[in-house]
């Protein structure tokens, strides 16, 4: 939860950057700071999104199933004759 509330912060502070930016006239920083501001405020809303619905996180899967053997292994099991 804390990562929702940092991209926030981050998002947030970097639209009060863009409204600084606009007030000042400097249009290029404005347009950074609003790109910035959206990317950042944009993955929090997702990631609160996942986390409010259930289905952040997924059960990890191992990456072979328990009775094949690896890759590796299972060649070295063929070349070397032990079953």
Not at 8 to 26: D, Q, T
Not at 44 to 72: I, L, M, Q, R, T
């Amino acid at each position: 939860m804390r990562h929702i509330y940092i991209r926030g912060i981050i998002g947030l502070i970097c639209l009060a950057a863009a409204i600084v930016c606009g007030v000042s006239g400097n249009f290029p920083m404005m347009g950074l700071y609003l790109g910035l501001a959206g990317a950042f405020l944009y993955s929090a809303y997702v990631a609160w999104k996942k986390e409010k619905d259930g289905k952040g996180g997924e059960e990890e899967k191992p990456c072979y199933p328990a009775e094949e053997e690896s890759f590796p292994v299972a060649v070295f099991l063929s070349v070397s004759g032990r079953p």
